[in-house]
């Protein structure tokens, strides 16, 4: 458990900001008149651009305001460093795989920029106002943006994302369930290396196991012990199951590899599915609503850090996940009957590939080989 990652040292900042931020503003200006000069026509500024570009105004501006007042060092929290790995490497997937499905690179940037908002908001509000409520009574409402200390459902993430990815693809006209197939994949990455950042945190913990000893009845990955002072010793010692002089915590299922694997799995599944079985658009959505459905309500069982409160005694994540399977099904039984057929994989128009010889020499009404001209 790491919930700091490392620390970033701002003596040489402090001393050289107003210079770093011009650099940084000359470096920007400078790649953005060199894209609109080896481009024939002229730069597009996207909506991701102008957002991105207003965030990072924003941030010289405060620190250049705040010049004399910043830390020592800047702390880089495991959370959510592993958050934007996520996100970088889930975007890298879907313009990969975008190349072959006719969706620009700048629809998917375009579009992430605005999921990210979204799904951070949507999985924070979730976790403050739902999920934590009575945690967060008695703090500073500004704690709710704290999140870097963890706190983001995924349930809430994707709802936010989802209801944002709708309203873009409303208002630029775009087949809504063929996007969906494409992001849901790099949804189910990213939410790999959210998990990780979940261990890293100390989040997401498991409940004890039963007749435990200690190490010697734990082992990897069915259990981990977490230190002194993390989240999953502090429960234990307030619900009376451990002492607040020990040293470490009792066995606790390994929730958060289960949640990785999980994904993980849905991952690789998802990608083989797309590329080798799919018939209907919206089939990736509906296959990934049912597994993630199916795994979130199982590991549930095991999750130290929700207590039930609805139903049958299932936590809110079992109820939202019985409505995810609901949903996946229905969605799967609709395209069965009235789906649309996906369309044959192609490159983008600038992306073709040109004939090779064979086909050329085939096409050949004279069947003599090609002149090299011609080749």
Known sequence: MRPKLFHIPLGFLLEHLNLLALLLGLAISAYIIWKWIRRAEPFPISAGITLGGVFLGWLILSALKSKYHLPAYIPIYSYGFMLMLGFIFGIMLAIYRGKNRGISEDIILDLATFIVIGSIIGARTFYVYIESASSYANRSWTSVFYIWEGGLTFYGGLLGGVAVALAYLKIKKLEILKVADLLIPSVALGLSFGRIGCFLNGCCWGKVIPNSHGHNSCWFPYCWIFPKGSLAFQDQVDKGLLAATAKESLPVYFTQFYSWALALLITGILLIFARYFQKRQGSVVALFCILYGLGRFGIEFFRGDNDPAYIFSFTISQMVSLYTILFGITLGLYLLWKGKPIE????????????????????????TPPTPEER
């Open 344 to 367: 044959p994989l192609q490159p983008l128009p600038n992306q073709t590939a040109p004939p090779s010889d064979t086909n050329s020499y085939a096409n050949n009404s004279n069947n």
